[in-house]
């Protein structure tokens, strides 16, 4: 996510529009206070991340990234059974 005072803004419009039409959010800033958000028509966060990530996005001092997929992380397969998992912990724990 891009940060720009609102004189740069100004002075190159264009060029901002052009960033968010290909998908890119814009912070815009009075004095490197955030006053508004560019994005496309309709795009929103779809996640609301963490209050202070949030806080410093807004202050342009980070950048939220990209949500994950979750076709990009297939389940992995269970290696132990709950009943076998038990079993190990109660013989490596003892009477504790």
Aim: net charge positive; charged share 30%.
């Amino acid at each position: 996510m891009k940060a720009v005072e609102i004189r740069g803004l100004k002075n190159r419009l264009s060029e901002y529009l052009r960033l968010v039409r290909n998908g890119e959010e814009i912070l815009v800033t009075d004095r490197g206070e955030v006053v508004a958000e560019l994005r496309q028509p309709g795009k929103a966060l779809t996640e609301t991340p963490h209050p202070g990530l949030m806080k410093l996005a807004r202050l342009g001092r980070a950048r939220l990234g990209a949500g994950n997929r979750a076709d990009l992380y297939p389940r992995l397969p269970r290696l132990l059974s709950k009943g076998e998992l038990a079993g190990l912990i109660a013989k490596n724990c003892g009477d504790r």
